[in-house]
């Protein structure tokens, strides 16, 4: 179980934390030729070595790094525009799957470093995942449902705000979730409705109203599934 959490908090680091925009944009034009989906396959095998800890683990980082280069190439020579989602969803899955077969493969005990416990991975990875990978998930999956509204430039809003907002009302639930005070999931939820009233009776718009209840449910449905995961995992670890 910990080995597949540190190899899901590698992949979330080198897939959406630590990879630029501007080196996806350039993977998706030059597709094998560019630079960075390189730099991007040697930060997997960094990643995923350096995170484990063991050096008999080096081969196994290198498959992952290897194989997740190969899914990616595949992706960007597939996807097309409407069909982005997706092959998104299926990188990812694929993704996925291949880290559980390295853990399936790897036979051996993984070591700790002395400043974090099996615990702390665990609650990294869930912090992790609920931040900037839902927000590229909820995006991507939602997308197809954009009012024109949306499209439009608001000199009203700040740059990347519902963003931002989006990362805080998660981090919130998920930390209202391990302390164990689910009512403040209800206020908060409550609070986001207020406010988001008065922009919605504005727009008089019944798709951008079921545009934001979509999003705003999403989020708050996924920080709760990964809240409760972390918590039942980490009960599991005392």
């Not at 590698?10 to 030729?33: M, R, T, Y």
């Not at 008089?204 to 995961?229: C, H, N, P, Q």
Request: aromatic content about 12%; charged content about 15%; overall charge positive.
């Amino acid at each position: 179980m910990i080995l597949f959490i540190k190899l899901l908090l590698a992949h979330l680091l080198g897939d959406f934390i630590w990879q630029p925009n501007s080196w996806v944009k350039d993977k998706e034009v030059k597709k094998h030729k560019s630079i960075y989906l390189y730099f991007h396959i040697l930060l997997h095998a960094v990643l995923a070595a350096i995170l484990v800890g063991k050096i008999s683990f080096i081969p196994y980082a290198v498959l992952i790094a290897v194989t997740h280069g190969i899914i990616d190439l595949i992706k960007l020579n597939f996807q097309k525009p409407n069909t982005k989602r997706t092959w998104f969803v299926m990188d990812q899955i694929a993704h996925i799957l291949i880290l559980i077969g390295i853990v399936l493969l790897y036979q051996g005990e993984t070591i700790n470093f002395l400043w974090l416990n099996n615990q702390l991975w665990v609650l990294i990875t869930g912090i992790l995942l609920i931040t900037k990978p839902t927000s590229i998930f909820i995006k991507t999956i939602i997308s197809i449902w954009t009012p024109e509204s949306q499209n439009s430039h608001d000199d009203n809003s700040l740059a990347t705000a519902g963003n931002y907002i989006g990362i805080l009302e998660r981090l919130f639930v998920f930390c209202f979730i391990l302390t164990g005070h689910f009512e403040a999931i209800g206020f908060l939820l409550a609070a986001k409705s207020i406010f988001r009233f008065g922009d919605l009776k504005e727009a008089k718009d019944r798709k951008l109203t079921e545009y934001v209840m979509i999003g705003t449910l999403m989020s708050f449905g996924t920080a709760i599934i990964t809240g409760l995961i972390v918590q039942t995992v980490l009960l599991q670890l005392l």
